[in-house]
T-cell receptor, first 114, second 112 residues
């Protein structure tokens, strides 16, 4: 299968700071990447769809000014959580679309905001 | 609202048995169907994709799709304790979007 990496795997930050999470497709080019968040024992929630070279499409209820997404190349998408607060603490996972609509997920980033 | 339904379980089977996981979906025009495995605290891992009616086998896993009944299943043969995880059914509904619609997942426990 295709390999997707995320960095960092874990981050702890103070309230009010911004955190950037990188998502890379390592062995394929991904025109489309997706960002999800998952709270403990809850389902995956799609936050946004990221297309290379264009603006991200956000799901209803997701603040685009708070969760900035940049898909600058065919192998890299970034999610920046701006002015993070404790309620933003979650497991953030990206995925990249390979062939035939298959999405491969990165290992996730666990964000804790103090 | 396009939905994917799964029995939340938990489903418990003895080691060596066949585990059967089921999923129904509401959008009749859906064309792409996936099974993901998610271990606790980890991200989902794609284990099967299926696009046409019938069975698709990969090792100990068999996915079955019946579009007329809007039903997709996953069979795990010779279940192992390492198969204990939450299994997520995901569908891409008709409409041109590549977005996955996930079921809530079935938690499987394989008892040694």
């Amino acid at each position: 299968g295709a390999v997707v990496s995320q960095h960092p795997s874990r981050v702890i930050c103070k309230s009010g700071t911004s955190v950037k999470i990188e998502c890379r497709s390592l062995d394929f080019q991904a025109t489309t990447m997706f960002w999800y968040r998952q709270f403990p024992k809850k389902s995956l929630m799609l936050m946004a769809t990221s297309n290379e070279g264009s603006k991200a499409t956000y799901e209803q209820g997701v603040e685009k000014d708070k969760f900035l997404i940049n898909h600058a190349s065919l192998t890299l998408s970034t999610l920046t959580v701006t002015s993070a607060h404790p309620e933003d603490s979650s497991f953030y996972i990206c995925s990249a679309e390979f062939t035939y609509n298959e999405q491969f997920f990165g290992p996730g980033t666990r964000l804790t905001v103090l | 609202q396009k939905e994917v339904e799964q029995n939340s379980g938990p489903l418990s089977v003895p080691e060596g048995a066949i585990a059967s996981l089921n999923c129904t979906y509401s959008d009749r025009g859906s064309q792409s169907f996936f099974w993901y495995r998610q271990y606790s605290g980890k991200s989902p891992e794609l284990i099967m994709s299926i696009y046409s009616n019938g069975d698709k086998e990969d090792g100990r896993f068999t996915a079955q799709l019946n579009k007329a009944s809007q039903y997709v299943s996953l069979l795990i043969r010779d279940s192992q304790p390492s198969d204990s995880a939450t299994y997520l059914c995901a569908v891409i509904p008709q409409g041109g979007s590549e977005k996955l619609v996930f079921g809530k997942g079935t938690k499987l426990t394989v008892n040694p």
